[in-house]
């Protein structure tokens, strides 16, 4: 096996950049359950059509939890373990409690994958494919998803706490998280367009629309506008915690650029979204949200540039980790 580790990382030396063979990262491959698997892609699509079908917000849910497990030690299922004896959940952590969904869908498709093929597919790869058809199914762009990741044997309650960014981050704030992932400014923009679907709960974004703005800390989105008016309706300055708010308002369901008309205006749900184009900031940040806002494919096209980038990080190959039977526990 070691053998074949090394293999692979000379010739991705080789091919690098050459060949569409190796990802970026060298270590996940396309075509990984093609002999192994084949019908993998198929039963996971046909059921998240299903799922969504039933709950038309399940499509964000899906993209979230993928997110949410890379950030948290690496794309690689710690977000779908359940707590055993003392290791806690990082369903348990702050920005996960009360707020992920998905998992009973992530459970059922695992399900029909261990009976076409047991111990094979793992849950890390399921999550990557699941959030490519969610993204699909809402009208977004598709890639193809580079696989052969393991699961992980922990989860990281305190990673889960300390690597989600908040939605009340500063700008600066955003930037140094994701750059701790690898992640550069531009795949933050980017990949902040997932908020072109989804919901919000009103603890997320209560801050964002009764905080003031003070002169020395001018933002545009905390003027007392019609919006911040509509939300407030939504969501009282205390209670109903968990009131629902679009996190785009034009197209809730689809996955296409006018999140970023809604940042550009003002009207992104969430601080963290309208940060992106905060009024003192010129340059680059400002020209790549103007740029997705009128031009559809270029957002389309960096996106899957960027969360190809977010699904190879610090992946688990080889002999790391283990498939899991039971995405929600390790393997006794
Ligand atoms: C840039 C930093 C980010 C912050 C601060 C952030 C924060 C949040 C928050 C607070 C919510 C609402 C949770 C709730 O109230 O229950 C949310 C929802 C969502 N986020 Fe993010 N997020 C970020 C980046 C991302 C990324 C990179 C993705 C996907 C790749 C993503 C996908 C989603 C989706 C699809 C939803 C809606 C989920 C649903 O309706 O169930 N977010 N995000
Ligand atoms: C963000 O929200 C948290 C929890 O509500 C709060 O403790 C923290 O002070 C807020 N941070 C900023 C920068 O406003």
């Known amino acids: 096996m070691e053998f074949m580790r090394i293999l692979l990382s000379i010739l991705v030396l080789i091919f690098h950049g050459n060949t569409g063979v190796l ?10 359950y093609k002999e192994a ?19 038309p917000r399940m499509a964000a849910s899906l993209l979230r939890l993928h997110f ?31 707020s992920v969904r998905g998992f009973g869908v992530i459970d059922n498709i695992k399900h029909l994958v261990e009976e076409a093929c047991p111990y094979t597919v793992s849950c890390a790869d399921i999550l990557a494919i699941v959030a490519r ?13 580079w696989l052969g990741r393991k699961d992980s044997l922990k989860a990281s309650f305190d990673g889960a706490n300390q690597f989600i960014p908040a939605p009340n981050s500063s700008l600066e ?3 140094a998280n994701f750059k701790q992932q690898g992640l550069d400014t531009g795949d933050l ?7 072109t679907m989804g ?31 509509i939300l407030r309706s939504i969501c009282p300055e205390s209670g109903r915690d968990d009131a629902l708010g679009a996190l785009d308002f034009k197209t809730p369901t689809r996955f296409d650029n006018l999140y970023f008309h ?6 992104g749900l969430l601080q963290s979204d309208n940060v992106l184009v905060r009024e003192d900031l010129e340059g680059e940040i400002r020209e790549q949200v103007r740029a997705y806002a009128s031009d559809q494919q270029l957002f389309f096209a960096s996106y899957v540039n960027s969360i190809v980038k977010m699904g190879n990080i610090n992946v688990l190959t080889g002999n790391e980790g283990e498939v899991r039977k039971n995405c929600r526990f390790v393997n006794p």
């Not at 990802?23 to 990984?32: F, R, T």
């Not at 948290?72 to 920005?95: N, R, Y």
């Not at 809604?262 to 009207?267: C, H, L, R, T, Y």
């Open 23 to 32: 990802s970026e990262a060298g270590v996940l491959v396309l075509d990984y």
């Open 37 to 55: 698997c084949p019908l993998v892609e198929e039963i996971v699509r046909r059921n998240v059509e299903i799922a969504v079908l039933r709950d």
């Open 68 to 98: 949410h497990d890379c950030f948290v030690m690496g794309c690689d299922a710690s977000i779908l373990l359940d707590t055993f004896g003392d290791m806690i959940s990082e369903k348990q952590a702050g920005p996960n409690l009360n």
């Open 133 to 145: 058809d969610a993204v699909v199914l809402r009208g977004g762009p598709r890639w193809e998803v």
């Open 173 to 175: 704030t955003l930037i």
């Open 189 to 195: 923009v980017t990949l902040s367009g997932s908020h």
């Open 199 to 229: 919901k919000a709960r009103c603890v997320s974004f209560r801050q964002r629309i009764y905080e003031k703005s003070t002169e020395e800390n001018f933002d545009y989105y905390k003027r007392y506008t019609t919006f911040r008016r």
């Open 262 to 267: 809604n940042i550009i205006e003002g009207k």
